[in-house]
C-alpha cells in the first residue's frame, strides 16, 4: 500500500512539474506594456510594422516576450490608467505615442523604461533633457511636426492662395497642442494669416467647433494628436460638409479624406521603435539613448477632396508631392 501511494505521488509530481514550470517560465517572461493613445483600428499599421520588426530581431510573442495591450481612444484621463496598470504590472518596458501619454507614463513610473514611437518636441514639453542624453526612463522618436507647421502653411496657401482666416483644431489637454500652435501662429502672422483656435477636450466637443464655423476661417489645420486620430473621418467629414480644406501632419489623415498632410512616416517610426525597445530588453539604459528624429518628412495630397472642393492643385505643387491619393 505504501509502495503504490509513493508511486502516485511521484505519477502526480511528475505531471504537475511541467505544468508548475510552464507557469513559472510564463511569468518570467519579459513584458511590453503597449499604451495606445488612441484605438486599435486606428493603429493596426503602426502596430503591425512594430511586432514585425520585433520579430525579425527574435521577439516572438508567447514565446520569449509578452505584450499588454491596452487602448486609451484618444481619452486622455485613460492615460493615467492604463500607466498606472502598468507599473503595478512591472511590465519591462511602456511603449506609446503621443505627448500626453508619455506624460502619463513618465509620472506612473520614474523606472521602467518609456518608449515613444511618435511626441511631438520632447525637450519642449520637458519629456527628455536633451536629444542627445535624455536622461531618466524615457527615450524615442520624435516626429518634430510643430516644427514644420510653418511648411504646411506654405503648400496650403499654394492650393487656397485666397487663404485669410485659418481655424486650428487642437486637443488642449495635450501638451504638444501649446507648441504646435505658436509655431502656427507665428508662421501665419508672417504672411497675414489669421488664426482661429478651435479647441476640443474630448470626442463630443468636436462636432460643436463646426457649428456657425461657415464664413469665419477658409480652411481648417488639424493638429495631429490621438484624439484626433481616432476622430479623422468624421472631422473630415464635417470639414467637407462645410467645403473646408484641411492641412494635416499625417499622411493617415489624408486617406481618411482630407486633403494634403505634410510629416514623417509614422509606419517607419513604430518600426524603429521596436528597435529602441530590442536594446532595452537586452539591458541597455533609456536614458543614454538618443532621440531619434526624421530624416524626410513626405507631401501627401488627395486629388479626390481637392476635386469635391473644386480646388486647383498646380503642377508646381504636384512636382513636390511625395504621393497622391485618388
Do not use: C
Request: no cysteine.
Amino acid at each position: 500500500m505504501k509502495r503504490r501511494v509513493f508511486i502516485m505521488l511521484i505519477a502526480g509530481a511528475a505531471v504537475a512539474w511541467p505544468l508548475a514550470a510552464r507557469a513559472q517560465q510564463a511569468r518570467k517572461l519579459p513584458t511590453i506594456g503597449f499604451l495606445g493613445a488612441g484605438t486599435s483600428s486606428v493603429y493596426g499599421a503602426w502596430v503591425a510594422a512594430f511586432d514585425k520588426r520585433l520579430h525579425e530581431l527574435g521577439w516572438i510573442e508567447g514565446r520569449n516576450v509578452a505584450v499588454e495591450y491596452r487602448w486609451a481612444e484618444g481619452r486622455s484621463d485613460r492615460y493615467t490608467e492604463i500607466a498606472t496598470e502598468f507599473a503595478q504590472l512591472k511590465v519591462d518596458v511602456i511603449v506609446t505615442t503621443g505627448t500626453a501619454a508619455v506624460v502619463a507614463a513618465k509620472q506612473a513610473t520614474a523606472v521602467i523604461p518609456i518608449v515613444f514611437t511618435s511626441a511631438g518636441d520632447p525637450v519642449a514639453t520637458g519629456l527628455v533633457a536633451s536629444l542627445a542624453r535624455p536622461g531618466g526612463n524615457v527615450t524615442g522618436l520624435s516626429n518634430q511636426l510643430p516644427d514644420a507647421a510653418g511648411k504646411r502653411l506654405e503648400f496650403l496657401r499654394e492650393i487656397v492662395p485666397n487663404l485669410r482666416r485659418l481655424g486650428i483644431l487642437t486637443d488642449i489637454t495635450n501638451p504638444i497642442g501649446a507648441v504646435e500652435n505658436e509655431q502656427l501662429k507665428g508662421a501665419a502672422r508672417a504672411v497675414g494669416v489669421e488664426i482661429l483656435p478651435l479647441e476640443v477636450r474630448r470626442a463630443e466637443d468636436i462636432g460643436a467647433r463646426f457649428e456657425g464655423i461657415e464664413g469665419r476661417v477658409d480652411a481648417l489645420y488639424v493638429v495631429s494628436e490621438p484624439l484626433m486620430a481616432s476622430n479623422r473621418v468624421r472631422i473630415n467629414t464635417l470639414a467637407l460638409g462645410e467645403r473646408l480644406p484641411t492641412l494635416h501632419g499625417l499622411r493617415e489623415y489624408v486617406e481618411a479624406g482630407g486633403l494634403m498632410s505634410y510629416g514623417p512616416n509614422l509606419v517607419n517610426q513604430f518600426r524603429r521603435a521596436a528597435d529602441f525597445v530590442d536594446k532595452i530588453l537586452r539591458g541597455a539604459n533609456p536614458g543614454d539613448m538618443p532621440i531619434e528624429q526624421p530624416t524626410k518628412f513626405d507631401l501627401v495630397i488627395n486629388l479626390t477632396t481637392a476635386k469635391t472642393l473644386r480646388l486647383e492643385v498646380s503642377a508646381k505643387l504636384l512636382a513636390l508631392t511625395d504621393e497622391v491619393i485618388e
